[in-house]
C-alpha cells in the first residue's frame, strides 16, 4: 500500500501551491508510473459501476519494482543464511519472538493446559474486550494505560505506556539487555528535554527518526553502524570459511542444512546488490550514491535484525533512515533533483517499516531449527510467500482504491505517506545542503560510545550493561514502549533475586500469556471491527 499510494500520490495531490508539477513531475522515472495519470486520478476517486478497473497500466510499473523490491529480499535471505550459524550455534542468541510459537506446539509441555499462561491470557483478554466494547457501548469504562509525564517546562514528554505484549517479550530476555534498552531510552528522552530547554540543534528532525532530534538520532546511527560492523567482526572466521566454500577451496564448514547453500548465497546475494544498485541509478541516483544508500541501508538493516534477535523487539524502525544518511553524506548539489526525488521514492520500502524481511527471515530460521526443519523447500515456501504477499497486496490496494476511492481509504499511506516524502525533497531542491558535519560528528560520537561499551563488556567480566540499547536509540516504536520494558526488567529482576530460577521457570508462562492474550484478542477484535465497519479498535503500537 505504501507504493502504490506514493507512485499515484505523487500525481494527485499535485497543486499549483505545492508546485510539484514544476519541481518533480519533469525528474521523475517514467517507467515507475502509470503511463496515463488519468489513471492515477481514477485510482484516488473511485471508478464508476459501469468502468472497469485498468490493470494493465499497472502491469508494466509495478513489474520493475516488483524485481527491485524481490532482489531486496533476496540479498536480506542470503544475509541471514550467512549469519544463521555465528548467531544461533556460536552466539547463541535467545530470539525471543521464537518463544510463544515454539511452545504452541510443543508436545511435551503443552502451554494450553497451563493454568498461569491462561491468567496472563486473561489479563490483556479482558481489558481489551472492555475497550472494544467501549466502543459501541460508551457507557462500558476503557482501560487504556497511556501516560505523558510533561519534562522541562513541557518542551518534551516521558511516556508512561503500558503494551502488554511489550512486558511479555522483555520479561524472555536476559536482565542486562532489557535494562540497557529501557536505560538508554531513558536517558536519550532526558537529553532531548534537555537540549530543548537549552535550544540546542543541529537540525530539524529527519524523517521517522521523531521524537529524537538529529543530535541524539545520530548518536545512535553511529552506534547501530557499530553494532552491525561488530557483528560482522565477531563472525570473521565464518565469513571467511563461507567464502572458501562458496568458491571450492574447503569443506569444512558444512551448508548442507541450510535453505541455501553458501556460493548461491554469495554469489546470488551479488547479482541482487548489482541488479538493487542499477535499478537505484534508473531511478536517478548516481552510481556511487546508489552503492552507499544500499550498504548503509543493509548496515541498518543488519543491526535492526540483530536488536530483534537478541532483544525480542517486536517493532522498531531505524534511528535515521538511509535516504537522510545519504543526503547529508553527499549534499543536495552532487545527489541533484533526480537523486533527490530518487531517495524521495525509497520511502515506500526503506524508511517507516516496524520489520524486515531480515529480521523475519532471522527468526523463521531459528524456528526452523528448533523443529529439525531443513533443506532447500524451506527457501522456495519463503520465496513463494513473499510473491503471494507481492501480488496479493497490490491486487488488493488496486481494487479497493478503484472500487471505494482511495481518498476513502488509509489515510497515511494513502495521502501522508505521499505528501510528506515529496515534501521532504521539495525541500533540499530549493534549500540544498552540503556535506553534513555536525550529523557525522555525532554519527562518531555514538560509534566511539559503542566501541567502549562493547570492549568493556568482552574484557571485563563484571560489567554488566549490554551495549545494545544505545543502538535504539528513541524512534516512535522505542519511546513508547520503554517503560513497559522497564516494568518486565523491574518483575523479573525482583523474581531472579529473591525467587531464582524456579520461580522464573514457574511464571514464565505467565508472560507468554501475556503476548497471546494481547494478539488473539486483538485479533478478535479487527474481524469484529470489520464485520461490524467499525473504525479505531486498536490496542497494541500502530
Not at 570473521?236 to 574447503?250: L, M, Q
Not at 472500487?403 to 505528501?419: E, F, K, T, V
Request: hydrophobic share 50%.
Amino acid at each position: 500500500m505504501n507504493l502504490i499510494g506514493l507512485l499515484s500520490g505523487i500525481y494527485y495531490y499535485t497543486t499549483d501551491v505545492n508546485q510539484w508539477e514544476n519541481l518533480i513531475h519533469p525528474h521523475l522515472p517514467k517507467f515507475l508510473f502509470p503511463s496515463d495519470k488519468k489513471v492515477l486520478l481514477d485510482f484516488y476517486e473511485g471508478l464508476s459501476n459501469t468502468q472497469t478497473i485498468p490493470w494493465s497500466f499497472w502491469i508494466k510499473p509495478l513489474s520493475f519494482w516488483f524485481l527491485f523490491i524481490i532482489a531486496i529480499y533476496f540479498l536480506s535471505i542470503c544475509i541471514m543464511v550467512l549469519f544463521r550459524k555465528q548467531w544461533s550455534e556460536r552466539e547463541r542468541l535467545i530470539y525471543p519472538l521464537t518463544h510463544l510459537p515454539t511452545e504452541m506446539v510443543s508436545v511435551e509441555k503443552p502451554i494450553y493446559k497451563n493454568p498461569i499462561m491462561w491468567l496472563g491470557f486473561s489479563l490483556p483478554a479482558i481489558l481489551y474486550t472492555l475497550n472494544g466494547l467501549h466502543n459501541f457501548f460508551p457507557g462500558i469504562p476503557s482501560f487504556y494505560i497511556f501516560k505523558y509525564l510533561p519534562i522541562f517546562r513541557r518542551t518534551f514528554y516521558i511516556p508512561l505506556n503500558v503494551f502488554f505484549e511489550v512486558i511479555g517479550l522483555a520479561f524472555l530476555v536476559s536482565l542486562d539487555v532489557s535494562f540497557s534498552l529501557w536505560f538508554f531510552a531513558l536517558l536519550a528522552i532526558l537529553l532531548t528535554g534537555y537540549m530543548n530547554i537549552i535550544g540546542f540543534s543541529i537540525g530539524p528532525v529527519e524523517p521517522f527518526s521523531d521524537p529524537a532530534p538529529q543530535a541524539i538520532a545520530y548518536q545512535s546511527l553511529g552506534a547501530l553502524i557499530v553494532l552491525s560492523i561488530s557483528c560482522i567482526w565477531f563472525a570473521r572466521s565464518h565469513i571467511k570459511d563461507v567464502w572458501r566454500k562458496s568458491i571450492g577451496r574447503t569443506s569444512k564448514i558444512d551448508d548442507s542444512g541450510e535453505i541455501l547453500s553458501y556460493r548461491a548465497c554469495v554469489f546470488g546475494g551479488t547479482i541482487a546488490f548489482i541488479i538493487a544498485t542499477f535499478f537505484l541509478y534508473l531511478t536517478g541516483l548516481k552510481l556511487l550514491p546508489a552503492i552507499f544508500f544500499l550498504l548503509i541501508g543493509f548496515i541498518i538493516f543488519l543491526g535492526l535484525t540483530r536488536i530483534v534477535a537478541q532483544a525480542g523487539l517486536a517493532y522498531h524502525r531505524a534511528p535515521v533512515i538511509p535516504a537522510a544518511v545519504t543526503l547529508h553524506t553527499f549534499g543536495s548539489n552532487f545527489l541533484g533533483s533526480k537523486g533527490l526525488i530518487s531517495l524521495g521514492l525509497t520511502f515506500s520500502w526503506a524508511t517507516d517499516i516496524r520489520t524486515t524481511v531480515m529480521a523475519s527471515t532471522c527468526n523463521g530460521l531459528k524456528l526452523a531449527d528448533n523443529f529439525k526443519i531443513t533443506g532447500r523447500k524451506l527457501f522456495w515456501a519463503i520465496i513463494l510467500s513473499i510473491l503471494i504477499t507481492l501480488f496479493a497486496s497490490a491486487w488488493c490496494t488496486l481494487l479497493l482504491g478503484y472500487r471505494y476511492g482511495g481518498i476513502n481509504l488509509s489515510s497515511w499511506q494513502l495521502s501522508g505517506l505521499a505528501n510528506f516524502s515529496i515534501n521532504w525533497v521539495k525541500e533540499y531542491i530549493q534549500y540544498p545542503v552540503s556535506f553534513g558535519k555536525p550529523q557525522l560528528f555525532f554519527t562518531c560520537l555514538g560509534g566511539f560510545l559503542m566501541i567502549l561499551l562493547i570492549i568493556a563488556r568482552t574484557r571485563f567480566f563484571w560489567w554488566s550493561i549490554s551495549p545494545i540499547g544505545l543502538a535504539c536509540g528513541i524512534p516512535y516504536p522505542v519511546y513508547n514502549t520503554w517503560f513497559s520494558v522497564f516494568i518486565a526488567w523491574l518483575i523479573k529482576f525482583l523474581i531472579m533475586r529473591y525467587g531464582g530460577i524456579k520461580i522464573y521457570n514457574k511464571i514464565r508462562p505467565f508472560f507468554l500469556g501475556l503476548i497471546l492474550g494481547t494478539f488473539v484478542t486483538g485479533g478478535i477484535w479487527l474481524v469484529i471491527g470489520y464485520l461490524t465497519k467499525t473504525e479505531g479498535i486498536r490496542f497494541t503500537l500502530a
